[in-house]
């Protein structure tokens, strides 16, 4: 899907009522994906979120992580503790999430800027 913001001029956008719904929908989006991405990156190094949470800042089912972790069979019956390393490793193996693409993003920044 080709983003309104990218492929309209931002006088287009101003122009057009629909586009500037298009335009805000999507930014919302980006504001949400960065504040999501902060949240998993800021979460404390010694403490352990549940499994219900990463799915909740990735924007995935809790299925497909449940899948990641090989534990399918426990899915609704109790509640998964993960790391902080491990919430951010979930963000390297999601394909579909623009929380992950993003956080895979700012640590590709990281590592090229040292």
């Known amino acids: 899907m080709t983003k309104v913001i990218e492929k309209y001029t931002p006088m287009e956008i101003l122009g057009n009522e629909e586009l500037q719904r298009q335009a805000k929908e999507e930014m919302l989006q980006r504001a949400n994906v960065k504040g999501n991405v902060n949240e998993i990156i800021n979460s404390p190094s010694e403490g352990y979120t549940s499994i219900c949470k990463v799915a909740e800042l990735y924007e995935v089912a809790e299925a497909e992580l449940f899948s990641l972790f090989g534990a399918e069979e ?23 999430s623009e929380v992950a693409q993003e956080l895979r993003n700012q640590v590709k920044s990281v590592r090229d800027a040292i």
């Open 74 to 96: 426990l899915e609704g019956e109790v509640n998964i503790l993960v790391s902080k390393m491990n919430m951010i490793q979930v963000g390297f193996l999601l394909t579909e």
